[in-house]
């Protein structure tokens, strides 16, 4: 089945404590994406990568890194994690003209 | 970077066509209007996308303004499962989209 994977579903950390949400794609698509969604202000875009190292910024990259060594994964780095960063979470991918596939999500609080 | 502008929320009746709009005045020469849903718990779920012809498939229509300035979501016969956040987006050539903040369509029994 064509599908974006994320993981983990849920996670609680605490300040300051490096983590990696991890993004996998098995549609060999090109560009990838990662979304933060928060209450009131919809679905922003944080980095994205249009091919393997290639990455550029989104509309809220502070706090967050990204890297694409290979074509089917995108994991999203926070070196040192705010509570400013709990957030509902969203990894997506596409390849060409066509429409995105997003994964199911992850939902991330930092205490 | 363009935006777009859709009501925040609008109702149908089961079983009739929803019409659903979008204004992308801004809109520049290569970017695709592409449509969106959220049910409620889940990730975004592409529905449908064009360029400046009006475009079909199982899912929905899109129509798009001559002046590409305004597009139009059509359900033809909305259902319950249809209930759900409706985002229309903007992609550029580089593939940057931008999300509006959506309408929340409610279907009634």
């Known amino acids: 089945e064509a599908q974006v994977t994320q993981n983990p579903r849920y996670l609680i950390t605490v300040t300051g404590k490096k983590l990696t949400v991890t993004c996998s794609q098995n549609?060999?698509?090109?560009?990838m994406s990662w979304y933060r969604q928060d209450p009131g202000l919809g679905l922003r875009q944080i980095y994205y990568?249009?091919?393997?190292?290639?990455?550029d910024k989104g509309d809220v990259p502070e706090g967050y890194k990204v890297s694409r060594k290979e074509k089917r994964n995108f994991p999203l780095i926070l070196e040192s994690p705010s509570p400013n960063q709990t957030s509902l979470y969203f990894c997506?991918?596409?390849?060409?003209?066509?429409?995105?596939?997003f994964g199911s999500g992850t939902r991330l609080t930092v205490v | 970077d363009a935006k777009t502008t859709q009501p925040n929320s609008m109702e149908s009746n089961e079983e009739e066509p929803v019409h659903l709009p979008c204004n992308h005045s801004t809109i520049s020469g290569t970017d695709y209007i592409h449509w969106y849903r959220q049910l409620p718990s889940q990730g975004p779920e592409y529905v449908i996308h064009g360029l400046t012809s009006n475009v079909n498939n199982r899912m929905a229509s899109l129509a798009i303004a001559e002046d590409r300035k305004s597009s139009t979501l059509i359900l033809h016969r909305a259902t319950l499962r249809d209930a759900a956040v409706y985002y229309c987006i903007l992609s550029a050539r580089d593939d940057k989209i931008i999300f509006g903040k959506g309408t929340r369509l409610h279907i009634l029994p």
């Open positions: 549609m060999n698509h090109e560009y």
């Open positions: 997506a991918s596409k390849q060409g003209g066509g429409g995105y596939t």
């Open positions: 990568s249009m091919n393997v190292e290639v990455t």
